[in-house]
């Protein structure tokens, strides 16, 4: 693979200017077709400059990649696209897409189209925290994957299986592209939060796209992944552990099951939430055959409630989590709040404190979220 770096373009029928660096996400240059398109579009004598300079320094680097790509359909009339690197060769900005490979392939359907993927892929880069969940679940060990921003880690659930692992951590906001070529990736599995990038990845490697952001249908994904990976019958066997445990907790807890009213709250800084049915704990909360109180039995994803409408976030149970210092302090001044004390859980003694995983990602964090309800309901 060529070191793209210095790489520099100059577009056949726009000559007179000299070449311009090529432009960066972050530190990193960005990929051929989106250096082609800056240069083209920077180059005397084309069409478009001012568009595309403004854009470039407008807007976050990383959307302006995506930004670029459907800005360079307009660019046609400068000429071709060919690139030139250090060693002086030239090529088609077409025939930089992807890796080659010699392994066989499969084709998987998906949001953004069908793409062509490894029977076997060896290394793996995970874009979504579902995407990282899952791979793990089915035995991949990524070569990168996205970190928490919060805290800089990896999901605190996800974190033993990762332990001693050479995984490159990637930032969810500042996403390098060279940083994810450096890792020699032959699948990509991403989510809704790089559709407006997915051409660019497909350059580096077979992307799959996993469909919408939320996680309530992260069943639907742990199967795509599975079929991606070429574990569909592990992704299968997975849900149904997943069920199989759901009805060793309804049995366990017997009567109770059908009476409990199961309320999930976050605290924030300056509001509180309501988690609801359309949610990663709501759907498996649903799955368990456990009720919601009726404020939080709705198929939304979440909801927000004043400190004047806290009776919204009571039930027989209520698990709480907070992320951060600033959230832990609003939790804990939230307790001495005669409002909250009055809820019935509370009185009851009633409120767990639980992880982030909670509102969580994949058949990993449902399995903790489990191991959670077994041990709080389960007396």
């Known amino acids: ?185 032959d699948l990509i599995v991403g989510g809704k939060n790089v559709e407006p990038v997915y051409d660019l990845l497909s350059q580096v490697a077979p992307t799959v796209l996993l469909g919408k952001s939320g996680s309530s249908n992260w069943k639907d994904k742990l199967q795509l992944v599975g079929k991606t990976l070429g574990k569909p019958e592990a992704a299968d066997q997975l849900l149904q552990d997943y069920r199989d445990r759901l009805a060793n907790l309804r049995e366990q807890l017997g009567g109770k099951a059908d009476k409990l009213e199961i309320s999930v709250v976050r605290i924030f800084p300056d509001r509180v939430r309501l988690y609801q049915k359309d949610s990663f704990i709501g759907r498996i909360l649903e799955d368990a055959g456990l009720s919601r109180p009726t404020a939080q039995n709705k198929d939304r994803l979440w909801s927000e409630v004043s400190r004047e409408n806290l009776d919204a976030a009571d039930g027989d149970v209520i698990f709480v989590w907070t992320l951060g210092d600033e959230a832990e302090s609003a939790l804990q001044k939230l307790q001495s709040d005669r409002l909250w004390s009055q809820l019935d859980a509370v009185q009851a003694g009633k409120v767990y404190e639980v992880p982030g995983y909670w509102i969580g990602r994949g058949p990993i964090a449902a399995n903790a979220v489990i191991d959670d309800l077994f041990q709080y309901l389960v007396e």
């Open 1 to 185: 693979m060529h070191n793209r770096s210095s790489e520099v373009y100059r577009p056949r029928n726009c000559r007179g200017s000299a070449p311009v660096p090529a432009p960066t996400i972050g530190s990193a240059p960005v990929p051929a077709p989106t250096i082609a398109t800056v240069n083209r579009a920077t180059t005397g004598g084309c069409p478009y400059k001012k568009i595309a300079v403004w854009i470039w320094y407008k807007f976050p680097s990383w959307l302006v990649s995506g930004l670029l790509i459907a800005i360079s359909l307009y660019l046609s009339g400068c000429g071709s696209t060919s690139l030139t690197t250090n060693g002086g060769s030239s090529q088609n900005a077409q025939q930089s897409s992807q890796t080659e490979t010699t392994q066989p392939t499969r084709t998987i359907q998906h949001v953004a189209g069908k793409t062509q993927v490894p029977q076997s892929p060896e290394r793996v880069v995970a874009l979504d925290n579902i995407a990282l969940d899952s791979v793990l679940a089915l035995g991949v060990t990524p070569v990168a994957a996205l970190y928490n921003e919060n805290t800089g880690e990896f999901p605190v659930h996800l974190r033993d299986r990762l332990q001693g692992k050479d995984v490159t951590k990637l930032s969810p906001t500042q996403q390098s592209i060279e940083q994810i070529t450096a890792v020699k990736p």
